[in-house]
């Protein structure tokens, strides 16, 4: 009888990486919105649109934030028993780095190059 090793982490253990990865994007998105920010103020003074466009993109940030606070909050509600295996999950995630932070990928999926990616 063969056993499979136990992948299985505290789900506070995740909901804290699925925090920190919320709170990634979010300081990216800020980045982001800080680089197109004047772009889309010059586009607004032709074609008034444009600033809704720009708020709405404050307001993804916003969101994705308040999300990391939610999620980092309910960790520290869940019991440390509670355990999970996110490995299978986790191969929903098409980003390498991603589904390794969130899934625990094996050394051998770490250690595979990057694949496909797009270029504009």
Do not use: Y
Not at 91 to 105: E, F, H, P, Q, Y
């Amino acid at each position: 009888m063969s056993t499979s090793p136990d992948r299985s982490v505290p789900i506070s253990d995740l909901t804290d990486r699925i925090a920190d990865t919320l709170n990634e994007i979010c300081a990216s998105m800020e980045k982001l919105q800080g680089l197109i920010a004047p772009l889309l103020l010059e586009a607004a003074s032709r074609e008034p649109s444009h600033l809704h466009e720009l708020q709405d993109l404050d307001n993804v940030c916003q969101k994705l934030g308040n999300m990391a606070d939610f999620v980092a909050a309910l960790a520290l509600l869940l019991p440390d028993d509670w355990r999970l295996d996110p490995s299978l999950a986790s191969r929903v995630l098409t980003m390498a780095d991603l589904s390794s932070k969130l899934g625990l990928a094996t050394q051998a999926a770490r250690d595979h190059a990057p694949g496909d990616f797009e270029l504009f």
